[in-house]
């Protein structure tokens, strides 16, 4: 650690935690119900579940994102945060913001739209927390001694993700025209500027731990970034096939978006070549391995299991299935999961001052959990290909086929448990870190 | 190879162009002369079965142009389809399951029980149908037999 303005992070990074818990606790739950334990039901209906599940995902990633780019853009400005107070004001806002809206799932207090079911007034106040945190972010950075590619990259992510979140306020009266802009924020994050962030990110991770120069690394993050919004501002087209609106996007979105693993692979070469092209062994291994693993993996479970099920011919029959659930679990977690587990293997030690880079524990988490969500993923995949084969080519009934791929459950929740340890190991690696503290105060070799 | 300056062209030009394409897709799709949602039959009674849809969260167990949970059957054809079931009465049956104050469960998969007032049950109905006429470029048939044959006859 460079700056002491960077210790802010480690609090981002601990919420991450705590919500990753939760979130996963709330899959648990949908995971039991689909195999006929819905106990809960009382207190925590599906959709209830399922509201907490996406949107914890949402917040802890977001949380993770914020604590990344307050540790890695005080480093590449050279200069300390302009106002360490503020950050921790936004911090507990986002968390406070955060809890009101889980809660209020619970009472039928949200707006029942996919991903964004934060009910409106508390839009605002995401609203008021995010400007604070750009706010903050860009005054430091050009504030600073120098703007690198990695940072302004990574700033450039976070900015469009903020206002790409307004067309989700936008009121409709039409289902479709609301579902339209609904997936100008959901695609255009998740399969867009989110992209930036984890390119940003992932630039800064290579640059400190493969020792390759800036120089090489930055230029293929521009090229990765480019290929993102070539192929996936007009990808967006691959959700507008059959909710209502013109022809046009099958062409379009079939194209562009069969386009889009270009850009994962892309960042999987990319990693692997400059780990080994690379003259600097740093001895973090954990972090190298969440770093690579991150690439690799978002090429599979965002490029590959994208692919699988995004022309028209192949989604006209997989649309509205579980075959979406295996590719939404397997994207998140490598892309963006997995980013954010390597920069705070990365920082941790630098925040702490404790050098636990050869923790079995630490090993242990990254492949269990990886191992479990590869199951996991399996199990989905199974489930929404027979459901497509029943109930979309055989006409079968939604609920008997339902009772048909319920065995597939069973074992998504034995995966999932799997899962559930390897993450638990990582957060008891987290705990035994300690806390920050500014004698981990460095000058060089960070 | 490309230099630095170059990549970054690459990046600033390809996000530009595809994103004025972009727009330019939206307002074309979303333009009057290409709706194929009969926006005129966007009565106030299927707008209020929007509201009771979102205040609801219907979509995080059910979906709709196979949007949502995947938990609950697919509500694009609903009526079509409870209408082939049940000899016709398939807006009947919907009212009933949104007006029953006991959680309806069908296979044992328990839907919340709603407990609607007669007027909100019969917005849902209008949302429904509303939904149900819209040209899903051939999705409707796949989520509803009873569209295909009337497709093919």
């Known amino acids: ?446 | 190879m490309l230099s630095k300056k170059q990549a970054r062209t690459f990046f600033l030009g390809g996000t530009l162009v595809t994103f004025l394409v972009f727009i330019g897709l939206t307002v074309y799709s979303l333009s009057i002369e290409n709706d194929q949602t009969n926006e005129k039959n966007l009565t106030d009674a299927v707008v209020r079965g929007k509201e009771i849809w979102e205040a609801n969260n219907c979509m995080g167990c059910h979906t709709i142009l196979g949007e949502g949970g995947y938990y609950a059957p697919e509500l694009t054809k609903v009526i079509d389809r409870l209408d082939q079931r049940f000899g016709g009465s398939g807006e009947a049956v919907i009212k009933s399951i949104l007006m029953s104050e006991v959680p309806w469960q069908p296979n044992g998969r328990k839907m919340v029980a709603y407990g609607m007032s007669e007027e909100e049950a019969e917005d849902m109905v209008a949302f429904f149908q509303w939904i149900g006429e819209i040209d899903l470029n051939g999705f409707e048939r796949i989520v509803s037999p009873l569209a295909k044959e009337r497709i093919e006859n």
């Open chain 1, 1 to 446: 650690m460079k700056y002491k303005s960077q210790k802010v992070a480690y609090w981002f990074f601990a919420l991450s935690m705590l919500l990753l818990v939760l979130q996963i606790t709330y899959g648990f739950i949908m995971g039991f119900a689909r195999i006929g334990f819905d106990n809960l039901h009382e207190f925590i209906p599906f959709n209830t579940a399922r509201a907490v599940h996406t949107n914890l995902l949402v917040v802890w990633l977001l949380s993770g994102f914020m604590g990344a780019a307050y540790y890695i853009i005080p480093e590449e400005a050279q200069r300390e945060l302009v106002n360490v107070k503020l950050a921790y004001l936004q911090l507990i806002s986002l968390a406070v913001v955060g809890v009101l809206a889980i809660v209020g799932y619970h009472f039928n207090y949200w707006e029942g739209r996919k991903f964004l079911e934060i009910p409106r007034p508390l839009d605002y106040l995401v609203v008021v927390n995010v400007l604070l945190f750009l706010g903050l972010i860009l005054v430091t950075l050009f504030k600073g001694k120098r703007r690198t590619t990695t940072a302004l990259v990574l700033s450039m992510g976070l900015l469009f993700a903020a206002l790409l979140y307004l067309p989700g306020m936008l009121p409709f009266d039409s289902q479709v025209t609301d579902s339209f802009f609904r997936w100008w924020v959901v695609h255009l994050w998740v399969e867009g500027v989110w992209e930036l962030i984890m390119g940003g990110i992932l630039s800064f991770l290579l640059i400190k731990l493969t020792g390759v120069d800036r120089e090489v690394i930055e230029k293929w993050l521009y090229i990765i970034v480019g290929l993102t919004f070539l192929s996936g501002i007009l990808g967006t087209g691959h959700h507008y096939y059959y909710i209502g609106v013109n022809k046009i996007w099958l062409i379009v979105g079939g194209i562009f978006s069969a386009l889009e693993p270009l850009a994962f692979l892309a960042m999987a070469l990319f990693a692997v070549n400059m780990y080994r092209k690379g003259e600097r062994k740093h001895p973090n291994k954990l972090a190298l391995y969440w770093t690579l693993g991150a690439a690799i993996v978002s090429f599979v479970g965002a490029g590959l299991l994208g692919f699988a099920h995004t022309l028209p011919q192949t989604n006209l029959y997989t649309h509205g299935t579980l075959v979406t659930a295996m590719h939404g679990h397997l994207a998140f977690w490598g892309a963006y999961a997995m980013i954010v587990l390597a920069i705070i293997s990365y920082s941790l030690p630098n925040m702490t001052g404790r050098k636990l880079y050869q923790s079995t524990r630490g090993r242990a988490a990254y492949w269990l959990s990886n191992i479990g969500m590869i199951g996991m993923t399996v199990a989905f995949g199974v489930a929404g290909v027979a459901q497509v084969y029943l109930e979309r080519k055989f006409g079968m009934e939604f609920m008997a086929v339902q009772k048909e791929i319920s065995i597939h459950f069973v074992v998504l929740v034995i995966c999932a448990s799997m899962f559930t340890t390897g993450i638990l190991l990582y957060i008891i690696d987290f705990y035994k870190h300690g806390t920050p503290t500014d004698e981990a105060l460095e000058t060089r070799n960070s």
